[in-house]
């Protein structure tokens, strides 16, 4: 099994920064991707980050960045926006040791933003 713990959210002033972390520990074999989710109250969750690609509403606000070594990812939050409350959900597709090859999406437990003033 593989398990992702997220840390770092909180409550934020708008025009504040929050980084979060999720680190992955287990039967891993390799990491093809780590990427960021959210979900606010009453939507869908929705992709925020990736390496290769943002979404719109997080474009120039948020970085993405990735240590292999440590199977962590972080999550850097600029500026952001009562409209970025949400819970933040790390997700990983992972190449197992045992079934030695076999790929698994696993998800984090989330940590929740909320920014408000």
């Known amino acids: 099994q593989v398990h992702l713990v997220e840390s770092g959210g909180g409550l934020v002033q708008p025009g504040g920064s929050l980084r979060l972390s999720c680190a992955a520990s287990?039967?891993?074999?390799?990491?093809?991707?780590m990427d960021w989710y959210r979900q606010a109250p009453g939507k869908q969750r929705e992709l925020v980050a990736t390496?290769?690609k943002y979404a719109d509403s997080v474009k120039g606000r948020f970085t993405i960045s990735r240590d292999n070594t440590k199977n962590t990812v972080w999550l850097q939050m600029n500026s952001l926006k009562p409209e970025d409350t949400a819970v933040y959900y790390c997700?990983?597709?992972?190449?197992?040791?045992?079934?030695?090859?076999?790929?698994?999406?696993?998800w984090g437990q989330g940590t929740q933003v909320i920014v408000s003033s």
């Open positions: 997700n990983a597709k992972v190449a197992l040791l045992s079934p030695i090859g076999q790929v698994r999406e696993f």
């Open positions: 287990g039967s891993i074999l390799s990491i093809y991707a």
């Open positions: 390496i290769t």
